[in-house]
């Protein structure tokens, strides 16, 4: 079946300016995460979704980033105003429950900002 | 807090040469341990989960170990398509659902 999606692939933006990145789980899976992977580093945790709880978004580094998830199904994650720190890959993944710990990941987005 | 150290940080074997790959970790009571293998542009693939100190899983090439403060990645006469880089993640007990990720190793296996 359809593994996670992400979307775009890449984005190149300009300081200043806000982006949107979207992720599509894998149909049926409640839990949603979202990591930021800078190079060389480890991925780090930036907010997770499950069901309709309330996100923890205990990683979001500021203000400027926020995420929704839309129906259950759909996520979107919001940079406003980018910084030229915030370039990095993100990736989304996706479980089937709070008690299954395997996570699937999509493909992530490049972002760049110039 | 919990952390997750993997060494090295880079490896270079040649083909059928076995070696093996750390996950040092620090958290306050262990839900799991889980391996995922990492393609250049790629997201993270899942490996193994491990759950108790002195559990063993395998697949193909690959076996992962646990004990009560590390983790061992081994690979058995790799080959050049086992090069990529490799993720260990800890989650902790207690309801936390997010997991902390070491840096991960870089293998890249010589024909």
């Known amino acids: 079946g359809a593994g996670v999606s992400q979307s775009p692939s890449n984005k190149v933006t300009e300081k200043g300016k806000d982006v949107e990145l979207r992720c599509d789980p894998i149909?049926?899976?409640?839990?949603l995460y979202w990591y930021r992977q800078s190079l060389g580093q480890g991925l780090e945790f930036l907010i997770y979704?499950?069901?309709?709880?309330?996100?923890?978004k205990s990683g979001l580094p500021s203000d400027r980033f926020s995420a929704e998830r839309t129906g259950g199904s759909v996520s979107t994650l919001t940079i406003q105003r980018t910084q030229q720190e915030d370039s990095a890959v993100y990736l989304c993944?996706?479980?089937?429950?709070?008690?299954?710990?395997?996570?699937?990941f999509g493909p992530g987005t490049r972002l760049t900002v110039l | 807090e919990d952390q997750v150290t993997q060494s090295p940080e880079a490896l270079r074997l040649q083909e059928g040469e076995s070696s093996s790959l750390n996950c040092s970790y620090t958290?306050?009571?262990?839900?799991?341990l889980f391996w995922y293998r990492q393609d250049p542009g790629k997201g993270p693939e899942f490996l193994f989960t491990?759950?108790?100190a002195g559990e063993e899983k395998e697949k193909e090439r690959l076996k992962a170990t646990l004990t009560k403060k590390e983790s061992f990645l081994h690979i058995t006469a790799p080959k050049p398509e086992d090069s990529a880089t490799y993720l260990c993640?800890?989650?902790?007990?207690?309801?936390?659902?997010?997991?902390?990720f070491g840096r991960g190793t870089s293998l890249i296996v010589h024909p």
């Open positions: 993944a996706s479980s089937p429950g709070v008690d299954t710990d395997t996570q699937y």
């Open positions: 149909s049926g899976h409640t839990a």
């Open positions: 979704f499950q069901g309709n709880s309330a996100p923890d």
């Open positions: 958290v306050s009571g262990l839900r799991g």
């Open positions: 491990l759950y108790s």
């Open positions: 993640a800890v989650k902790p007990a207690g309801g936390s659902y997010i997991p902390t």
